[in-house]
């Protein structure tokens, strides 16, 4: 069987900041110096999305995000030709803000749509993390990703399998769901995201999810410090290195 490739190996992916409330407190600034020292020839900011109404947890403010833009795009001048700084962000796919989505899609200076799908809308203003009952949200959340690259507003899938820390014991995955998954985010050359945070805390699922997965993928670091992200950047050259 053919070997996958890392798309991105030269890229500090998948980068938090001190917006989203429970990440470390250094500046953009310090990461990209960081990214640079590294070797990367790429450093993509993917902080976790604010929503209108702001009623999610654990990501910026709205107000927060012309700030964000408007640093990172100074920012991206800054290093312009030592560097590539990409303006992106990390977003669940809740069909209730479809116009939301749009907005973000009109603003050129977001270049990046992460899609992080760390829980899934049930019904308008209802949401799986207000669910009692856990079992189902495993296969609830692959079929919310599923909707999302459908979508056609996200260029990327952030660690797609971490859903399977739901499941609970006896409970199994739809491995069909999962394969459609697969299927869907090919067909809309979308690729998956291998995350560095989930390999680290054990949700990260090889036999569940990515055995049936033979496309080429992304490497994620999911960095809320930048010492996450220099760690984690020398741990996914250590991984592309033994193929696995
Ligand atoms: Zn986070
Ligand atoms: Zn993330």
Redesign the pocket.
């Known amino acids: 069987m053919r070997r996958m490739v890392c798309l991105n190996p030269e890229e500090a992916f998948h980068i938090?900041t001190w917006r989203?409330g429970?990440?470390g407190d250094e500046r953009e600034d310090a990461y990209i110096r960081t990214a640079m020292y590294l070797g990367a020839k790429q450093i993509t900011f993917t902080d976790?999305a604010p929503f209108p109404g702001d009623s999610f947890r654990?990501r910026m403010k709205m107000a927060d995000l012309p700030e964000y833009i408007k640093t990172l795009s100074e920012l991206k001048a800054k290093y312009q030709g030592k560097i590539e700084v990409r303006i992106g962000l990390e977003a669940e796919y809740l069909p209730g803000f479809l116009a939301y989505y749009e907005k973000l899609r009109e603003e050129e200076r977001i270049e990046y749509l992460l899609l992080g799908q760390h829980f899934y809308e049930l019904a308008p203003g209802v949401y799986s993390f207000s669910m009692k009952e856990k079992s189902g949200q495993a296969n609830g959340i692959i079929r919310a990703e599923l909707s999302g690259v459908e979508s056609g507003y996200f260029s990327g899938v952030a660690h797609p399998d971490r859903s399977y820390r739901y499941l609970k014991p006896g409970e199994t995955a739809d491995v069909g769901l999962a394969k459609e998954l697969i299927v869907a985010a090919r067909e809309h050359h979308i690729p998956l995201e291998r995350n560095l945070s989930s390999m680290e805390t054990g949700q990260f699922y090889p036999e569940m999810f990515w055995k049936h997965c033979p496309d080429d993928y992304l490497v994620g670091l999911?960095a809320?410090s930048v010492s996450e992200m220099a760690r984690r950047y020398h741990e996914a050259a250590f991984w592309n290195e033994m193929g696995e």
């Open positions: 938090h989203c429970h990440a976790h654990g999911d809320h």
